[in-house]
C-alpha cells in the first residue's frame, strides 16, 4: 500500500487559551483583550464586525464588571480545571500533537512584570508535563488574541514600540522555561487578522486614532509585531536546541469571479495582500508592490535603524495557516458577498457552506498547499481547519454528526493530493477537537469539536464532555495515518 501521508505526519488538535481555559481571575491572571469580548445575542451570526466592535466605553465597562454572565472567553470550557481530562480524550483519540497558545496575561498580568507569575509557570508545566506523559507533541502558540488589557490602554496596544521589549520578555520566559517541552513554536496567530479586528489581534482601540490615521496606526503596529516575531525567533534558536518556529497567517486564497480581466486583477491584488504577511517573515523584507502602496497611500511606517537587519536576520522555520474557506473577487459591486474568518468575499456558486455562511471548498486547500510550498519552499503546516455546526444531543445520548465527517474526509484527501505533488506538509491539526466559545461570536453553540462539551451560549450547562460520532472517525484516520477516510 502507498502511503498517503508521511510517517512521522503529525495528526491532532489546536485549541486557545481564551477560548479553553477559563479560571479568568485565578492564580493571578490579569485582565487580556478577551476577557472584554461580549456575546452578543441579537446580532447575526455572520456580523463579524458587531460582534468584534470595541470602544473606551464598552472596555471600561468590561474591567468592572467581575463576572463572566456576558463575557463566554472569561469561563471558556474551564480547561483549567479540566485539562487532565482533555488531555486523555486527546489522547485516545490518537493524537501525536496539541497546538495550544499561553495566556500571556497568565504569566505577565500587565505584560511590564520583570518576572513570571509563579502560578502561571506552575500550570503550564502541568499540561505540558500531561501532554508528555501521553507522548503528545505540543506546538505552542506565544500570542493568540490574548495581549495585556494594560498594555493596550497605556501604549495603544502593539502600536507602542515599547511593547516588543514586554512581549520578547514573555517569549523567553517560555522558551526558558517550558523549553524542554517544546520544540515547535508559532509567534503570532493570524497575524494578518490585524487589519480585520485590531483590537484582539493588537490592542488597538479604534477611537484612540482619527479616521484618517487609523490605518496608518494598524500597520505601524503590524510592523513592531513583525520585529517582535524577528527578535523571539533567534531568541528561540538560541534558548533551545533544534526548536522550530513558524509564522501563522490566515489563508484565504482568492479566485477571480470570473474571466474578465478586471477580476482577475482583482483577485490578484487580494492575494498579493495575503501574502504579505508571511512573505515578510519568510524571506526578511517588506514586499516592494506592499511599499509602493503605502507610499500611494501616504502611510509612513517608522522603522529603527536596525529594523530590517533584524528582519533579514531571523526568518521563521516553516509556515503554519489557518484554512477554513476561499474567497472569489469581482469589480461588480451588486454581487453579493459572505462572510470567511471575518474577512468578506464575492459568494462563489458553486460551494456550498456552513450556517454561519462560511463556505466549502475541499479543493481550495490543494491549491493553497501547492501555491504556499511553491512560493516559500519550506515546510507548511496546517494548525487549523474545521467547520462550525450545530450539534444536537439525540434521546440516546448520541451525537451525530456526519457532515463533519465529511467535511474533514474531503478536506484530507486534498491534502494527500497535494503531498502527491510534492508538498512537504508536516502536520495537522484540526480547530478545534473539543467544542469552545468561538473566537469570532463568542457563542458555544457554534460547535467544532470531536467532543461534545455541555454548555451552551449563556453559560449553562454540566461542563460534560461527551465523544462525537466523529471522534471514533478520526481516531481511526490518525491510527491509519490517513491510509482509511471512508
Known sequence: MVEKFPKEFLWGGAIAANQVEGAWNVGGKGLSVADMASYKSNLSVSDYAGHNKVTLESIEKASFDNSDDIYPKRRGIDFYHHYQEDIALFAELGFKTLRLSIAWTRLFPTGEELEPNQAGLDFYTKVFEELKKYEIEPIVTLSHYEMPLHLSLKYDGWYGREVVTHFVRFSEACFTHFGSYVKYWLTFNEIDSITRHPFTTAGIIPERFADDKLEEA?????????????????????????????CMITKLTTYPHTCNPSDVEKALYQNLNFNFYSDVQVFGEYPVMIEKLFERKGIMIKMEEQDREILKESPVDFISFSYYMTLTESTDPTLERVAANTAMGVRNPHLSETEWGWQIDPKGLKISLMELYDRYKKPLFIVENGMGARDTVEEDGSIQDPYRIAYFREHFKAMAEAIEMGVDLIGFTSWAPIDLVSASTSQMSKRYGFIYVDQDDDGNGTLERKKKASFDWYQNVIKTNGNELD
Open 218 to 246: 494598524i500597520y505601524q503596529a503590524l510592523h513592531h509585531q513583525f520585529v517582535a516575531s524577528a527578535l523571539a525567533t533567534k531568541s528561540c534558536h538560541a534558548i533551545i536546541p533544534n526548536s522550530q518556529v513558524g
